[in-house]
Every structure is written in structure tokens, then in C-alpha cells.
């Protein structure tokens, strides 16, 4: 092994994804998009016998470079993290108190989504595999694209958005446990009516278990730490500061293994962990205190989505038909789903009210990009079917954004003053 190799490929990767990052984030265009696209030239440059890749001495494929497996483990640390940084924002009493209106929206905004997905690629080849995961990649919601959005217009405080954000984070629940069901489904191999039951009782019973820990048993577990710290001298509280971060990191670590050995992908463990200690994010600083160590992480694992994207594999008519086909399908399931469960779910929204949540709930961000990136490496996908899944993620992160602004302009003209301009 050559150490210095690495750290110069490491260094090289970091400063390149950093600048794509701050260059498209200039231009209001998410950051992690430039980090995916700076991923997609670097595997794909090639100048006769010269190649990015081989400058770096990475390999993908069968027989990857030892480089290269450094850098999926750093990304799927990253997945890891993000998703354990997304529970610490998603509180269980409040997912269970969220109303009627957001419930709609989220149920609706993965049911139609899903099946749509899982019906196009049930036509268009017939792979088992490929249906469950396209579907699984079209069901989530970016809550963070949709959340920075109203935060950068000052509209946090409308009904629209406090839906919108209700939804979107019932959605990354719902989303999870249907990545559970196909990720089960896809490791045993079959898909009988006692299998699905079978994966679908354990990744329910393990959300449960979660949510039950949540609500009753880590507030027990905090209130006798509490009462201790209280009985401790100043001198030992301030030695045991970083405890909360060393715990956080465990929990985090600790259920995305257990959630990998009961058969479901890791983040979805990581997810939970989060939403575990949500309720005391704020009061230990976990949020920031997580935020520089997701930083680090997570560009690698968009870097690693852009290089795995084989530009040749989508040089072909019939798979750039597929693409502009599941984001027509990705866009309008979405929209009209969670445009209709809002109608259902709160008489009193106008039609423009529920054109905002249609299209806030359009963006699927990073969760569809790690939908992905499980589906290749596990190989339930080709390399065809996750160029297309990513295209979809990203071109939906980018068109929705805009629109979502214009809705909300439009249903609240005299605010107009009140946001930045998207």
C-alpha cells in the first residue's frame, strides 16, 4: 500500500468535489449536484491513453483498484451519516402528530410513485430487480432540497410549508421502510407472497421498535443520566462534554450494523439511530457537532454516484427514452399524489396551496441517489437502469426548486419582499 498515493488521491477528490460544490451553490443550484457531475468527468475523461481514473490509480468494476475501495467505504460511510443526520431532525412525537393533511400527502406521494415506477420497468424489461428499486428511487423525497427552500423565502411559518415538511419527513419513513421490503426481497431472491410478508414484518417491526424506543425508553434512560450529572462535581462535567458526540457516533454506527444483519440496507439503521436522540439534538449541539463530520463523508459518496455513471452505457436512444420517461412519471406521481392527498386531507387549502406541496414534494435529492448506489452495488441493478435513477434524482432536484419558489410567490404575493429570490 502506498500512503502517500492515497492521500494525494484523497486530496485531489475532496478539493475537486469542494469547488464543483461552491461553484454550482453561487448559482443556487444544490451543491451536491456539482459533486456528482465533477464525479461523472472524472470517470469519463479519457484523452487517448490518458484517463482521470488512471491517474489516480482507481479502478471500478469486478476487479476494483485498492484506491477505489477506500473511496466506496468513505462514501458509504458518508450514505451512513447523512441518513443518521436526517433522523436527529426527525422527532417521533412530532412524526406521530403531524396531522391528517401531511399523512395524505406522504401515503399518496409513495403509493403512486412506486408503483408507477415498479409498472414502466415491469414493461419495459421485465426485471423483478429493476422494477423494485426504480420504484423504491422514485418513492423519497429530498425534505432537505424542499426544507432550504422555504428557510431561503422566510415562508416556514405558512400551512403549506409546515405540510410540506410534515410530509416529506412521514415520506423519508416510508420510504425507508420500503427500501427495508426490496432490499429483503432482493437479497433472498424471491418474491412469493410469504417472503414479502415475511421482509415486510421485520422492517416494520424494526421501525416500531424504534419509534417505541424513542417515545419510552431512551427519555427514561436520559432522566437517570441526568439525575447522576446533577450528583457530579463541575470539575467531571466538563470532562465528560464530548461523551454525547462519542455516544451519537455509536448509535449511529451501531443500528446501521444491526439493520445490515437482519437483511436491511444500513442506512435505514442509521436513520432510526438518529431518530432516537432527535428529541435531544439541539440540547447536546449534535446537529453541528455531526455537520463537519457528514461534510467530510458524504462528497465522497456524491462523488462516488457521479463515477459510477458510464456515459457510454447512456449513449443509447432507447435508455435516454427510459430517462425522459421515469422524470415525466417521477414529476407528475409526485405532484398529483401529494397534490391529492392534500385535497383530502385539508378541505380548507386553495388550488394554489396544493400546486406548493405538489411541487415541494417533487425533489428526490440525495435518498434516491443511495436507493441507487445500493441498488448497483448489490447488482440487482445494471449500470443502464442507475444512469437513469440518477439522472431522475438530480434532474428533479434542479427543475423543482425554481417552480416551488414561483407557487409560493404566487399563492402570497404581498410577501413578495419577505424571501431571497431562488
Known amino acids: 500500500m502506498d500512503f502517500g498515493s492515497i492521500l494525494i488521491m484523497l486530496v485531489t477528490l475532496f478539493v475537486l468535489a469542494g469547488s464543483a460544490s461552491w461553484v454550482f451553490s453561487r448559482f443556487g443550484v444544490p451543491g451536491l449536484i456539482g459533486e456528482i457531475l465533477i464525479g461523472i468527468a472524472i470517470a469519463n475523461l479519457t484523452i487517448g491513453d490518458w484517463s482521470f481514473l488512471g491517474m489516480l490509480d482507481i479502478r471500478i468494476g469486478d476487479?476494483?483498484?485498492?484506491?477505489?475501495?477506500?473511496?466506496?467505504?468513505?462514501?458509504?460511510?458518508?450514505?451512513?451519516?447523512?441518513?443518521?443526520?436526517?433522523?436527529?431532525?426527525?422527532k417521533a412525537r412530532e412524526l406521530l402528530s403531524v396531522g391528517r393533511a401531511a399523512t395524505l400527502v406522504a401515503t399518496l406521494g409513495v403509493v403512486l410513485p412506486f408503483f408507477a415506477g415498479f409498472a414502466l420497468m415491469q414493461l419495459y424489461d421485465g426485471n423483478m430487480h429493476h422494477a423494485l428499486f426504480l420504484g423504491a428511487a422514485m418513492v423519497a423525497t429530498s425534505v432537505g432540497i424542499t426544507a432550504r427552500v422555504?428557510?431561503?423565502?422566510?415562508?416556514?411559518?405558512?400551512?403549506?410549508?409546515?405540510?410540506?415538511?410534515?410530509?416529506?419527513?412521514?415520506?423519508?419513513?416510508?420510504?425507508?421502510?420500503?427500501?427495508?421490503?426490496?432490499?429483503?426481497?432482493?437479497?433472498?431472491?424471491?418474491?412469493?407472497?410469504?417472503?414479502?410478508?415475511?421482509?415486510?414484518?421485520?422492517?416494520?417491526?424494526?421501525?416500531?421498535?424504534?419509534?417505541?424506543?424513542?417515545?419510552?425508553?431512551?427519555?427514561r434512560v436520559y432522566r437517570y443520566?441526568?439525575?447522576?450529572?446533577?450528583?457530579?462535581?463541575?470539575?467531571?462535567?466538563?470532562?465528560?462534554?464530548?461523551?454525547?458526540?462519542?455516544?451519537?457516533?455509536?448509535?449511529?454506527?451501531?443500528?446501521?450494523?444491526?439493520?445490515?444483519?437482519?437483511?436491511?440496507?444500513?442506512?435505514?439503521?442509521a436513520f432510526l439511530g438518529g431518530m432516537l436522540l432527535a428529541d435531544y439534538a439541539r440540547e447536546w449541539k449534535l446537529e453541528e457537532k455531526m455537520e463537519s463530520i457528514t461534510a467530510l463523508f458524504i462528497s465522497f459518496f456524491f462523488l462516488n454516484v457521479g463515477m459510477q455513471v458510464n456515459l457510454g452505457d447512456m449513449a443509447n436512444i432507447t435508455v435516454i427514452a427510459l430517462a425522459a420517461v421515469v422524470i415525466l412519471i417521477a414529476v407528475a406521481t409526485k405532484y398529483i399524489g401529494c397534490g391529492l392527498g392534500a385535497r383530502l386531507g385539508d378541505k380548507t387549502l386553495s388550488k394554489g396551496s396544493r400546486n406548493i406541496i405538489g411541487i415541494g414534494m417533487v425533489p428526490r435529492g440525495e435518498v434516491g441517489l443511495i436507493i441507487a448506489a445500493i441498488g448497483l452495488a448489490s447488482g440487482a441493478i445494471s449500470s443502464e437502469i442507475y444512469g437513469v435513477v440518477v439522472l431522475m434524482a438530480v434532474l428533479t432536484t434542479i427543475i423543482a426548486p425554481p417552480f416551488f419558489?414561483?407557487?409560493?410567490?404566487?399563492?402570497?404575493?404581498?410577501?413578495?419582499?419577505r424571501g431571497q429570490e431562488i
Request: hydrophobic share 55%; net charge positive.
Open 63 to 90: 476487479d476494483p483498484s485498492q484506491n477505489y475501495e477506500i473511496v466506496e467505504l468513505l462514501a458509504q460511510l458518508g450514505a451512513v451519516f447523512l441518513l443518521f443526520s436526517v433522523g436527529l431532525e426527525t
Open 150 to 219: 422555504i428557510k431561503d423565502m422566510r415562508m416556514m411559518d405558512t400551512k403549506e410549508a409546515k405540510i410540506v415538511i410534515g410530509a416529506a419527513v412521514i415520506d423519508d419513513v416510508q420510504g425507508m421502510v420500503v427500501l427495508a421490503i426490496v432490499v429483503g426481497m432482493t437479497a433472498s431472491g424471491e418474491a412469493s407472497a410469504s417472503n414479502i410478508v415475511l421482509v415486510s414484518a421485520v422492517a416494520l417491526a424494526f421501525v416500531a421498535l424504534a419509534l417505541a424506543s424513542a417515545l419510552w425508553i431512551v427519555p
Open 225 to 269: 443520566f441526568e439525575e447522576r450529572k446533577k450528583k457530579r462535581s463541575t470539575a467531571i462535567r466538563k470532562r465528560h462534554r464530548s461523551d454525547k458526540l462519542v455516544l451519537a457516533i455509536a448509535v449511529c454506527l451501531g443500528f446501521a450494523w444491526i439493520s445490515d444483519t437482519i437483511g436491511l440496507a444500513a442506512i435505514i439503521g
Open 405 to 417: 419558489a414561483r407557487a409560493f410567490r404566487k399563492e402570497y404575493p404581498l410577501e413578495r419582499g
